[in-house]
């Protein structure tokens, strides 16, 4: 049972994963990597709310959109201050997955220069850090611009990655973070057919 993909480790069977998404979440990787000479990478999950009638792949758009304008006003914000403004390189990808209740779900990840951004923040803020941020764009995404709807989002536990390409173990780092994400290409609870794109990933 080959659980490698390019001889790196992966979290399923290699025949049981979308060998496209291997590629292009390796690649997300490597050209993050090109951009900047650290990256943190923050994993979230996104859910929709009950009975939510939009669930196409606008709203992921929207989401990203949003964050893409709040990280915009941030810099604003910063270089008003007078203050350094360090290049964010957002680069992220997205699976949508349905899980047995029949609701869609997005599982993503951000990839940004961590001179920019290295943490979260606390995850009961309603604004000021990077978690509330991500809630801010999903709710925006959702048509509740302004409103921070509880459960909605969701930080796992140890869901931030660091790689510096200057470190002893930028391999091992990477590896790891390339690992985590290799779920995104499991085939199971994937919903190919239905006219919603199940994979997303900026470009480069």
């Known amino acids: 049972m080959i659980k490698t993909y ?3 480790k992966i979290q399923f069977p290699l025949d049981e994963c979308n060998k496209l998404y291997l590629k292009n979440l390796n690649d ?13 990478a923050f994993r979230f ?24 304008a709040q990280l915009k006003a941030k810099d604003v914000k910063t270089k008003k201050e007078m ?10 990808s997205w699976v949508r997955e349905r899980d047995t209740s029949g609701n869609d779900h997005f599982h993503c990840v951000i990839i940004v220069n ?8 606390g995850f009961n803020q309603e604004e000021g850090n990077m978690a509330a941020r991500i809630k801010r764009a999903w709710c925006s995404a959702l048509g509740s611009p302004g409103i921070i709807i509880d459960g909605l ?7 931030t990655y660091y790689v510096d390409n200057n470190a002893k173990d930028k391999s ?13 290409a499991k085939n199971a609870t994937k919903v190919y057919g ?5 994979f997303g990933c900026s470009r480069s």
């Open 6 to 8: 390019n001889n790196l």
């Open 28 to 40: 997300l990787i490597e050209s993050s990597l090109f951009s900047s000479n650290r990256i943190t």
């Open 45 to 68: 999950d996104l859910r929709f709310p009950h009975g939510h009638i939009d669930q196409s792949d606008r709203v992921i758009t929207k989401f990203f959109e949003s964050l893409k």
């Open 83 to 92: 203050k350094r403004v360090y290049p964010h390189n957002l680069r992220y």
């Open 114 to 121: 961590k001179d920019a951004y290295s943490v979260l923040g």
């Open 153 to 159: 989002v969701h930080f796992p536990v140890n869901g």
């Open 172 to 184: 091992i780092r990477q590896a790891d973070l390339f690992y985590r994400l290799s779920y995104f």
């Open 194 to 198: 239905s006219g919603k794109r199940s």
